[in-house]
């Protein structure tokens, strides 16, 4: 028993033995490495960590003018649109136009039977000139006082009643002819002769597109700068070719949901090219700035409050707080943080630090 715990306490002395070794030893490795760097290195502690400096890109800050424009993307419509459809039921006689084509207000582009209404317009107006003849002979007799007045007040009335019945037959009749309501270009129809029409068929969809509206939103932030016949320009996807318009409408209020302003432009459209429903990017001048410092998109770190950019200083990195202002796709404008002179680091800024030692290679703007 006693041999037991002898060997129980060797074991336990040769470990303590070896933990201490392998500490002594890593302590005198660290102490060669320290004074290796500081014979190498020199007074590295006042070098700013006495590592070789990071090559990093950068620029020097100057003051410019800059057009504060405002990019924004919208949708184009067409200056009027509607879905033609018939106000009665009815039996299609004759279609009077050509799909893709432009038609002129009030010209007819579809006629629906309308023998019956005709019929009933007939009726209507035997009747009216019948109740006109007799209010005609009762006026003459109250004269004489051969009738009452109440008797020639119902023969008015009558003629009167028979009177609106006529002017209701026309008015049937007049939509059984469907007339363009402005001019424009007329697009597919979904009809053919022969076709029984309803209120819910559709027979085409008419278009004016000259001029067109673009339709599209700003920030709230911009919306006292916005004001109506202000010009704006826009291309679209379909075309490379820099349109311009001038705002004609702006929404009263703010979109409480998307905290934006909605505005409409129009723009000329003689050619047909710009179609509606097609995507626009829109550019709205807002203003120019005089002295306006602008730095590449990349130099702008966002940190937990606000932002901030690295500059170098004596060799060596230092952080300025700064704030911008618009942003275009290279270039942000920077309001407060920096001044003419300053060179701003343009790349490397996921590894740089405070002090870090860095070696500028500058970029022309």
């Known amino acids: 028993?006693?041999?037991?715990?002898?060997?129980?306490?060797?074991?336990?002395?040769?470990?303590?033995?070896?933990?201490?070794?392998?500490?002594?030893?890593?302590?005198?490795?660290?102490?060669?490495?320290?004074?290796?760097?500081?014979?190498?290195?020199?007074?590295?502690?006042?070098?700013?960590?006495?590592?070789?400096?990071?090559?990093?890109?950068?620029?020097?800050?100057?003051?410019?003018?800059?057009?504060?424009?405002?990019?924004?993307?919208?949708?184009?419509?067409?200056?009027?649109?509607?879905?033609?459809?018939?106000?009665?039921?009815?039996?299609?006689?004759?279609?009077?136009?050509?799909?893709?084509?432009?038609v002129t207000k009030g010209s007819v582009l579809v006629k629906i039977n309308d023998r019956d209404i005709q019929a009933q317009l007939q009726e209507a107006i035997t009747?009216?000139?019948?109740?006109?003849?007799?209010?005609?002979?009762?006026?003459?007799?109250?004269?004489?006082?051969?009738?009452?007045?109440?008797?020639?007040?119902?023969?008015?009335?009558?003629?009167?009643?028979?009177?609106?019945?006529?002017?209701?037959?026309?008015?049937?009749?007049?939509?059984?002819?469907?007339r363009a309501p402005f001019s424009g270009r007329i697009g597919l129809r979904s009809i053919s002769e022969g076709t029984y029409l309803t209120p819910a068929t559709v027979i085409a969809n008419l278009v004016s597109t000259n001029p067109i509206k673009i339709t599209f939103s700003i920030p709230e932030k911009y919306a006292g700068q916005i004001k109506s016949g202000s010009s704006i320009t826009f291309t679209t996807d379909g075309s490379t070719m820099e349109n311009t318009g001038k705002i004609y409408a702006i929404e009263p209020g703010i979109n409480a949901t998307t905290r934006t302003l909605q505005i409409r432009a129009s723009a000329p459209n003689a050619d047909n090219a710009l179609l509606p429903g097609s995507f626009a990017?829109?550019?709205?001048?807002?203003?120019?700035l005089q002295d306006a410092i602008l730095i590449p998109n990349q130099a702008v770190v966002p940190v937990l409050k606000g932002k901030i950019v690295?500059?170098?200083?004596?060799?060596?990195?230092?952080?300025?707080?700064?704030?911008?202002?618009?942003?275009?796709?290279?270039?942000?404008v920077i309001t407060s943080g920096l001044k003419a002179g300053d060179t701003v680091l343009t790349t490397g800024s996921m590894a740089l630090k405070k002090d870090a030692p860095v070696k500028v290679n500058l970029v022309k703007q």
Do not use: C, H, W
């Open 1 to 102: 028993m006693k041999k037991r715990y002898i060997i129980y306490a060797v074991l336990a002395i040769g470990l303590a033995y070896l933990v201490y070794y392998r500490i002594s030893a890593n302590k005198k490795i660290e102490g060669k490495g320290a004074g290796g760097a500081q014979a190498k290195g020199g007074d590295g502690a006042k070098g700013g960590g006495g590592g070789a400096p990071l090559v990093v890109e950068g620029i020097i800050v100057k003051l410019t003018s800059f057009d504060n424009d405002l990019e924004v993307t919208g949708a184009i419509d067409a200056n009027e649109s509607v879905v033609l459809k018939s106000e009665i039921s009815g039996l299609v006689t004759g279609i009077y136009f050509k799909e893709g084509t432009n």
């Open 127 to 178: 009747k009216q000139k019948l109740s006109a003849t007799n209010e005609n002979r009762a006026k003459q007799l109250l004269a004489k006082g051969a009738i009452s007045q109440e008797e020639y007040d119902t023969s008015l009335a009558d003629f009167r009643s028979l009177q609106s019945q006529s002017q209701l037959v026309r008015a049937q009749l007049a939509k059984a002819t469907i």
């Open 281 to 288: 990017k829109i550019k709205l001048a807002l203003n120019t």
């Open 310 to 332: 690295y500059i170098q200083k004596n060799g060596k990195a230092q952080e300025v707080k700064v704030e911008a202002g618009t942003r275009t796709d290279e270039n942000i």
